[in-house]
Antibody, heavy 128, light 108 residues
Framework: EVQLVESGGVVVQPGGSLRLSCAAS????????MHWVRQTPGKSLEWVSL????????FYADSVKGRFTISRDNSKNSLYLDMNSLRVEDTALYYC?????????????????????WGQGTLVTVSS | EIVLTQSPATLSLSPGERATLSCRAS??????LAWYQQRPGQAPRLLIY???SRATGIPARFSGSGSGTDFTLTISSLEPEDFAVYYC??????????FGGGTKVEIK
C-alpha cells in the first residue's frame, strides 16, 4: 500500500523558515517524480513544486519561486520542502503527492503530472 | 498561467440523480485534464485523467469528456458517498500545473 506521511508543519512568523518532510513507502520511490501541493483554508488547491525522480530537475510555482526549495533523498525514501521568507499567504495544508504512472504492460510505463497518491497533509500557519 | 473555471460552484442534487460538472480552461489544454474528488477531512482522490480515462478503482458511474477548453465530469447516479467537492486540474502548460476552484455537490 502506498503511504505518504508529511511532517514539519508548525506556526511560524512572517519572514521565518521551515522544512517540511514527506516519508514515502509502499512503492519504488526513486522511480517517481514527486510534488508538493497546498490547500489554503476553505479554498482551492495550488501546485507548489515538482522534482524529477533523480532530483536533477526542479520546478516551482511563480508564487514560491526563489523562496522554496524542493529536494529528495532516495536512500531515505524522503521528499523535502525548504520554505524561506514565509508570508501570511503561504498559510495552507501542504500535501506531498506522487505522480500517476500509466502502465503499458511488460513492466513499461510512463508518467503524467497528475496526482495519484496524496499524503494526509501538514499544516503550515504563518502568523505574527 | 492557464486558469480553470469550474461551474456551478454548488450543485444540489438527490441520491440517484445525475450530476454534470463543468471545467473551462482559459486556453487549450488538449486532453490534459484530470478530475479529483475531495471528501471533508480527506486528501483529494484522482478520478479521471487525460479527460476521459478512469483511474484505478474508480467506479464506472464516473465519466469524463471534453478536449481543448471545455470539459465535463458526469456522475451517472449519485451515491451517498459522492457528495463532496470536485476539482479539475490541467497539465497542458506543464510544468505550470493549475487547479480549478472546485464544485461542491451537496445533498438537496
Amino acid at each position: 500500500e502506498v503511504q505518504l506521511v508529511e511532517s514539519g508543519g508548525v506556526v511560524v512568523q512572517p519572514g521565518g523558515s521551515l522544512r517540511l518532510s514527506c516519508a514515502a513507502s509502499g512503492f519504488t520511490f526513486d522511480d517517481y517524480p514527486m510534488h508538493w501541493v497546498r490547500q489554503t483554508p476553505g479554498k482551492s488547491l495550488e501546485w507548489v513544486s515538482l522534482i524529477t525522480w533523480d532530483g536533477v530537475s526542479t520546478f516551482y510555482a511563480d508564487s514560491v519561486k526563489g523562496r522554496f526549495t524542493i529536494s529528495r533523498d532516495n536512500s531515505k525514501n524522503s521528499l523535502y520542502l525548504d520554505m524561506n521568507s514565509l508570508r501570511v499567504e503561504d498559510t495552507a495544508l501542504y500535501y506531498c503527492a506522487k505522480e500517476l504512472r500509466v502502465s503499458l504492460g511488460d513492466g513499461r510505463g510512463y508518467f503524467l503530472s497528475y496526482f495519484h497518491h496524496w499524503g494526509q497533509g501538514t499544516l503550515v500557519t504563518v502568523s505574527s | 498561467e492557464i486558469v480553470l473555471t469550474q461551474s456551478p460552484a454548488t450543485l444540489s442534487l438527490s441520491p440517484g440523480e445525475r450530476a454534470t460538472l463543468s471545467c473551462r480552461a482559459s486556453q487549450s489544454v488538449r486532453s490534459s485534464l484530470a478530475w479529483y474528488q475531495q471528501r471533508p477531512g480527506q486528501a483529494p482522490r484522482l478520478l479521471i485523467y487525460d479527460a476521459s480515462s478512469r483511474a484505478t478503482g474508480i467506479p464506472a458511474r464516473f465519466s469524463g469528456s471534453g478536449s481543448g477548453t471545455d470539459f465535463t465530469l458526469t456522475i451517472s447516479s449519485l451515491e451517498p458517498e459522492d457528495f463532496a467537492v470536485y476539482y479539475c486540474q490541467q497539465r497542458g502548460s506543464w510544468p505550470a500545473l493549475t487547479f480549478g476552484g472546485g464544485t461542491k455537490v451537496e445533498i438537496k
